[in-house]
């Protein structure tokens, strides 16, 4: 009994520990995944704003060099290591706070007439 609840334990250590999503083929580095979702970021926005010409998601792709089976698949992977996944986020965060340009009209108005 004592072997069997080990063996049972041990088989719940180990197969915790295995890679269940393989590397997808081709693979995304992080750099260009970060890349790819600051534009995807864009093109979503620039989508739900009214003035703006739609952007379709083939030149998006093909700008990247990739089809949406390709960043499907990496997107899978990298969400199976939600270290990796969570630090590509925060880096595809500070790049679209750094493209934000400040608003200068809000900037001249007094505090007391925001509220």
């Known amino acids: ?16 520990a295995q890679n269940r999503v393989p590397k ?5 580095e992080q750099e260009q995944m970060v890349d790819f979702l600051v534009d995807l970021s864009i093109a979503n926005a620039a989508r739900s ?4 010409p739609f952007v379709p998601m083939d030149s998006l792709y ?15 992977y990298y969400a199976a290591k939600p270290k990796i996944y ?4 925060k880096e595809v965060e500070e790049q679209i706070e750094d493209l934000m340009v400040p608003d200068s009209i809000r900037q001249r108005i007094p505090t007391q007439l925001r509220e």
């Open 49 to 52: 704003h009214k003035n703006v």
């Open 86 to 89: 969570t630090k590509i986020y």
């Open 24 to 28: 997808p083929s081709p693979f995304m």
């Open 62 to 76: 093909a700008y990247h060099g990739i089809d949406s089976i390709i960043f499907a698949k990496n997107n899978v």
């Open 1 to 16: 009994m004592r072997n069997t609840v080990f063996f049972f334990f041990g088989l719940l250590i180990f197969g915790c």
